[in-house]
């Protein structure tokens, strides 16, 4: 495009830097305005000596073939009853599939379709390795210097306890919501386990299509997207899918004195290096186009002409994007050649060579579209191919940004965080809430925490030295308050 119209001549040249200047000066804010915050202020040190009691639960699932244990779960939910009594009160309170807890408020007018949060219980647990390593212990729940640290506070109890927090102030202050609202928080998110499910079978078994259904997911970034000097509350629209897909090569076998030219592990080796060479297509369009475009017009002049150029500079940026492995994985399906082994003596040749591939599948992408993908780039009849089953799936849906459910969810977002823009984009790890993909076209992934890049907040989730800050914990209880109150009153 930029060459045909450099082609042209001057005269080409001049229109298209008026036509590029132009789109970058009427670059129109999408952000809904910001209004003050209409609920209860919180009591900020109440609230994180609450959550901080909560991190003491060793709240973790037990992953496949390992003995779950129920003791911290049965003693979370016995100190939720009575640390939360106008919860444990005022809503009807489910176990579904042995841990998770399905918590209904019942609204006023029972034709408005509910609202449901989601969050989970269960934390990941911390390498012994790691210990020394931690400036608080991870589960001993201290609060030091303005943070609430251990294991959870990021993911997800952060969330699961701001919402209980946000439906007890509410019910206290004597709030009648007009809609139903819903919390369910699963017991073994982390190993991808049957909790979330299970309620969502459930609430479709009983006919329940929620207006809108907010899980964990993207945050308050500070300092995360480039070109973008304000804060970004990023609302997930959608996650990635999951496939992992075994190659075998058999083999002869025998004495390696009088080898073929290819032994097993060099075909399976030549099929991976095929595979590596042939990456599977960007997407510029989607949600992470969304992003761009929502985030566009709030940066500075020279990412205004960029952001606003994608005719004709998205190959650019699309460079740019691919360049880094987070933002590549953002824009298309990635390929992680994971596992290789075959043989077992080195004067023997292999009998078996064996290697095993990780996609994460962008949303528009499917199972059957990787297959062939790996079909033809390995294009080898000796290379046996093998979907292996377990955790795979297509990516859910990507969610609507043309709903009452949006409209509310990033009015809140402004309400609460006012210094930050919001804009859309993915998650490209997977949540509980692709397991109620069908219940509602509008379910949204977004924690109300602020990661800050040059604290290294990102490397907190899953790792050494989880977090929150006790005032982000005290907005995030806001942030779910205000959004029970705005959703609870929209039509
Ligand atoms: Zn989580």
Redesign the pocket.
Known sequence: MLKRLLFLGPGGFVLLVVVVLGRALTASSSQPPITPLTVAEVDADAVAERLAQSVRFKTIAAPAGQTFEPAPFDAFHAWIDTTYPAVTSGLRREVVAGHSLLYTWKGLDSSLPPLLLLA?QDAVPVEDSTLPDWEQPPFDGVIDDGWIWGRGTL??KVSMLAILEAVESLWKEGVQPQRTVMLAFGHD?EVSGQGAKAISELLGQRGIKPMMILD?GLVVTHGIVPGLEQPAALVGLAEKGYLSVEMTVAGAGGHSSMPPPHTAVGILAEAVTRLEANPLPAHMEGPMAEMLATLGPEMDFGNKIVFRNLWLLGGIVQGKLEASYSTNAAIRTTTAVTMFDGGVKENVLPQEARAVVNFRIFPGDTIEDILRHVEDSVDDSRVKLKPLGGISGNPPPVSTMDSEGWAVLTSTVRQAFPDAVVAPGMSVAATDARMYAGLSDSIYRFSPIRLHKDRGDTGRIHGTNERVGVENYAEAVRFYAQLISNAAAAE
């Open positions: 989970h993911d997800d998110e964990e």
